[in-house]
């Protein structure tokens, strides 16, 4: 196993425990959607069963050039970056995908100006920085991740909407999704 193999596991791991260790200090939660708790455990499982079949180590998917491992290591700690900034940035307010808080507020400061939704964004993005530095098979992960977090989105706007009626179409027209001018 590679050194970047390691750090890129170790960081993932700190970044997914704080993350849960974080998520202790939110606001209470007024609800939260059954199909986004049954599209969640789809995934983890799916993640595990190909991580236990050694399929996201696959030596034939590795890429040896250290100038796309080097991109691939600079979109992951990027992607991070932004998902930690955008979380840190929602405070209290930060909720389980589309869960609903009680007294929610409109964030739309920090990377809220770039897109509505920079914590996905910045964990797809640390995902493709994976697949490159690590193994092309993250790609697929990636893929069921941005899936669902379109899906996710979706919902968690429709809620946004109904909360925050005429502030949130307003913020809506004037920012991208997930990715900055185009999506």
Do not use: C
């Amino acid at each position: 196993m590679r050194t970047v193999d390691v750090v890129v596991a170790a960081v993932w791991i700190v970044f997914w425990v704080s993350w849960v260790a974080a998520s202790l200090a939110t606001k209470a939660t007024r609800s939260r959607s059954s199909s986004g708790a049954a599209v969640r455990v789809t995934i983890i499982v799916a993640i595990f069963v190909l991580v236990r079949a050694r399929v996201l180590r696959g030596a034939g998917t590795t890429i040896d050039d250290p100038v796309l491992v080097g991109l691939g290591v600079a979109l992951f700690a990027l992607g991070l970056g932004l998902a930690v900034w955008a979380r840190v940035r929602l405070g209290r307010n930060w909720g389980t995908p589309m869960s609903e808080k009680d007294d929610p507020e409109l964030v739309t400061a920090g990377p809220y100006r770039f897109v509505r939704h920079p914590i996905y964004s910045g964990i797809i993005l640390g995902m493709v920085g994976t697949a490159l530095a690590v193994s092309l098979y993250w790609l697929v992960v990636a893929a069921l991740a941005g899936g669902y977090f379109v899906y996710s989105a979706t919902v968690e706007e429709r809620i946004m909407a109904r909360n925050f009626p005429d502030s949130y179409l307003e913020y809506k027209r004037s920012t991208k999704m997930l990715v900055p001018f185009l999506f």
